[in-house]
């Protein structure tokens, strides 16, 4: 009878310790696999909480219309840095973009050809970026960096240094009208992420692109069109700054030459923050959409606690180290069963 | 037991894995100890817990007493303690001086003393019996003078203890012999050596006492090498008997599939040709720097060829790129598993499938993500690969489940001609078996089979037919059933 009793506890024991050991191993799966986003949740909580307004439907919306531009662009950039590549030019085509698309709506009249322009007046640069570094084997460093004074110049130069007033009103509808009360910028953000949300994840566009940046030369003995897929990455982020910037013409009723600059630091920032590999092969989709809200909504809050704009700096700075360092503690814990 | 480096209980675990188990190991001063086990036995590990790169769970080290806690590596190097790697830790950029001394260069109040730096690294030098200028940079010496600087490092940061992994496995024979001659004259200094070795033979030269491990754990320590056969060892290594090492498995040859005319191009000097039939394995013999590995890529198209022409199944086919190889039905194997072969942060399925994914995407673009399922399952079942499953980064995997996966990548895909670049290098004798019958069931499915080796024995025991390389060309070739070692060596040699 007391044997039976025994058996029973011993089992009941059992089941309770696998119980804990499956919690414990899907806790651990979280935090290996989207540890960004764990601590985005337990931020955004905290700041509903402790920071006032912070948590309404108003400053909701404008916490993401500001990172629109970020995250749009962050979406490509995470391919390239996947890759094992780096692209600086991209705050100067959005400038470049913008301006193009100011004039041609200005001079032909027709706001859809203007911003077509935009778009592929992005798309161009990135193509030459990528045909520059997949073909001819520039340094993406190097070579972006002078592609990067290289458009900017060349905004400069068609708008003579000012911004251009855009004449037709309703260009302005793209980017400051709203849908179901959301603003467009924010729709075609969330449009975006879920486009390259799915190159990255399901297609083998997306597989072969870490693939190269873990290993370049493995994929290339794979039978992977290395130059190619590179190419395809430098375009879209093309592509995609020129939506961006077309967007920021918009809401700024204008194409502004000096727009954008410095941003290819805060992508690349985002994308570190979202767990995107430096050294390419690594990425995921919700970590960069974490990235890309806590670099926003740091900013966010800040304004909100009304700290001046100086300390703002030291502060987004402090907090890169931080998620950099989190990252590398947690990497070593795996890289440890890596040898 | 008064052992000068001893290990007391060292266990080691990682999130789901016991990598050591309850490990005690003891080494002398003026002995060469060797540690033997296929691949995730527990080795590696061990030199890594040595080396201060991994903290022990539980157990300790203890040298000459006293108990060492290795918190990093330069614990372990002020402790007197060095590792010779099969990757050598060198930095290629500089110069053999600045390597040797690294971490203690000599200094002139805040300057650098390029004159004591050189002088101190060329005494060193002339100890080893080498012909080094210290003053060469690293990258520019063959990988058998790095390995000399690599334990002249050793020497000159005090090391009492220093443990060798797989030092040999890309020496050439001379550059073996001369190795061997230093570690003795390092025992005969007094030095604790301990040894990492897949090769019997080398493990027979050396070693005083030698000890086994399976699963991170170990199997038997013995003292002494007397009495003790190869077999005794892969016996205790691998948990069971294995008879031939080569199990090799006669089949009739087919119709003739695979052709290359007139071969030339970067590392392949002289025009060079040569055939193979379904279901033949054909071997490639050279000493390093024989165009072995160049022939593979020239073929492959990982390299570009000059001309040449390449016939598969009757039909010319144009080879530009790796991509148009696969497509004409060649797969390559390369040598440099870790550089050319793997994606280490990529998991194993991913890894098996990069290239066989382009025959079940949906719309030429989506993957078909229960497909590729079902073949990495397949795979890991059929070639009995290691894993704790298929999401695993392959990186984690040891070396012969990688090759494995690399293997398992080409079998998915639609090929006929599997060129395989010293498919066995680095890899623990169980798994060599293992790939040696995959080769064989490849044969015997009507496939041709072309590896490249370096090593006698494998190829005389695996090919149906050996191909001879030297200097950058074919120089002649050899039917399984004339093959000796003598006409392979003799044909392989340099001329004159």
Redesign the interface.
């Given at each position: 009878m007391n044997r039976i009793v025994e058996q029973q506890a011993e089992s009941a024991a059992a089941a309770w310790d696998l119980k804990k050991l499956r919690i414990n191993r899907f806790l651990?799966n979280i935090w290996a696999n989207s540890g960004m986003v764990v601590v985005y949740v337990v931020m955004f909580i905290a700041c509903s909480v402790f920071v006032p307004y912070f948590f309404t439907l108003r400053n909701m919306i404008g916490l993401a219309l500001s990172i629109t531009t970020i995250g749009m662009i962050a979406c490509t950039m995470m391919f390239i840095l996947a890759s094992g590549d780096l692209d600086l030019s991209v705050g100067s085509i959005v400038a470049f973009s913008g301006i193009i698309a100011a004039t041609v709506i200005n001079q032909t009249g027709d706001v859809y050809i203007g911003a077509l322009a935009g778009v592929i007046g992005g798309g161009a640069v990135g193509l030459l970026n990528g045909t520059l570094i997949a073909v001819f084997n520039l340094n993406p460093l190097i070579c972006t960096l002078a592609t990067m004074q290289i458009v900017r110049g060349g905004a400069m130069i068609v708008s003579d240094g000012i911004a251009i007033g855009i004449t037709i009103p309703e260009f302005f509808a793209l980017g400051n009208e709203s849908v179901f009360g959301i603003p467009n910028p924010i729709w075609i953000t969330i449009l975006i992420f879920i486009v390259f949300g799915i190159l990255l994840n399901?297609?083998?566009?997306g597989?072969?692109i870490?693939?190269i940046g873990?290993?370049k030369?493995?994929?290339?003995?794979?039978?992977?069109?290395v130059s190619l897929m590179k190419n395809t990455a430098f375009t879209l982020q093309g592509f995609v700054c020129g939506i961006a910037g077309v967007i920021l013409s918009s809401r700024m009723t204008s194409g502004q030459p000096n727009v954008g600059l410095g941003l290819e630091l805060d992508v690349i920032a985002a994308c570190v923050l979202g767990g995107v590999?430096l050294l390419g092969?690594?990425a995921t989709i919700e970590g960069l959409l974490a990235g890309v809200l806590i670099m926003g909504t740091v900013q966010n809050v800040l304004n909100l606690l009304n700290v001046e704009t100086f300390y703002q700096y030291v502060v987004r700075g402090a907090i890169l180290i931080i998620a950099v360092l989190l990252d590398q503690f947690k990497q070593r814990?795996q890289s440890?069963?890596?040898? | 037991m008064n052992c000068f480096l001893e290990f007391q209980n060292i266990t080691k675990t990682f999130p789901g894995v016991k990598a050591l188990d309850n490990v005690s190991l003891g080494a002398s001063k003026g002995a060469v100890h060797g540690l033997v086990g296929e691949n995730g036995a527990g080795k590696s590990t061990l030199l890594k817990i040595l080396s201060g790169a991994y903290t022990p769970s539980e157990g300790k080290i203890v040298i000459n007493g006293e108990t060492k806690l290795f918190s990093k590596t330069r614990d372990a190097i002020e402790a007197g303690v060095a590792i010779i790697y099969q990757e050598l830790n060198l930095v290629p950029e500089m110069t053999v001086a600045e390597n040797m001394l690294l971490g203690k260069w000599p200094r002139r109040g805040v300057f650098l003393d390029r004159q004591a730096l050189r002088e101190r690294a060329r005494v060193q030098i002339r100890e080893l019996m080498e012909d080094i200028d210290p003053d060469t940079k690293v990258k520019d010496l063959p990988i058998g003078q790095r390995q000399m600087v690599e334990i002249g490092k050793a020497l000159l940061h005090d090391a009492w203890i220093i443990a060798f992994d797989e030092p040999t496995s890309s020496l050439s024979r001379k550059e073996t012999e001369h190795l061997f001659r230093i570690i003795r004259d390092l025992r005969a200094r007094g030095k604790a050596i301990l040894y990492v070795s897949h090769r019997m033979e080398e493990i027979f030269l050396l070693c005083d006492a030698v000890t086994v491990f399976r699963d991170g754990r170990k199997i038997e320590t013995f003292e002494t090498m007397e009495g003790i056969t190869d077999n005794i060892l892969i016996q205790r290594m691998v948990g069971r008997e294995i008879t031939d090492m080569y199990g090799y498995r006669p089949r009739e040859k087919g119709a003739p599939l695979f052709e290359v005319n007139d071969l030339q191009g970067p590392g392949i000097r002289e025009k060079s040709s040569l055939s193979a039939a379904r279901g033949e394995i054909v071997g490639f013999f050279g000493l390093s720097g024989s165009g072995r590995t160049e022939l593979m890529k020239n073929i492959f198209g990982a390299i570009e060829k000059r001309c040449g022409e390449i016939i598969v199944d009757g039909k010319p086919v144009a080879v530009k790129n790796p991509f148009s190889a696969i497509d004409h039905g060649l797969c390559l194997c390369p040598e440099d598993r870790k550089y050319e072969g793997i994606i280490a942060v990529r998991s194993l399925s991913e890894n098996i499938n990069i290239s066989s994914r382009r025959h079940f995407v949906r719309l030429g673009f989506f993957l078909n993500k229960k497909c590729e399922q079902e073949g990495a399952d397949r795979f890991i079942e059929k070639l009995h690969i290691r894993t704790p499953s298929r999401d695993q980064f392959i990186g984690n995997l040891s070396g012969g489940n990688q090759q494995k996966a690399i293997l398992a990548r080409w079998l998915s895909e639609k090929v006929d001609v599997f060129l395989l670049d010293e498919p066995t290098r680095g890899i623990d004798v169980g798994s060599k078996y293992e790939i040696y019958q995959i080769m064989y069931g490849l044969a015997e499915e009507g496939k041709t089979v072309i590896f490249a080796s370096s090593s006698l024995p494998e190829v005389m025991s695996v090919a149906d037919r050996v191909v001879v390389m030297c200097g950058g060309t074919i120089v002649g070739e050899v039917d399984r059933k004339d093959v000796s070692e003598e006409t392979l060596l003799s044909m392989a040699l340099p001329k004159g």
């Open positions: 651990q399901s297609t083998s566009y597989k072969n870490l693939a873990g290993n030369e493995a994929s290339r003995l794979a039978g992977i069109n590999s092969g690594i814990n440890a069963v890596m040898r | -």
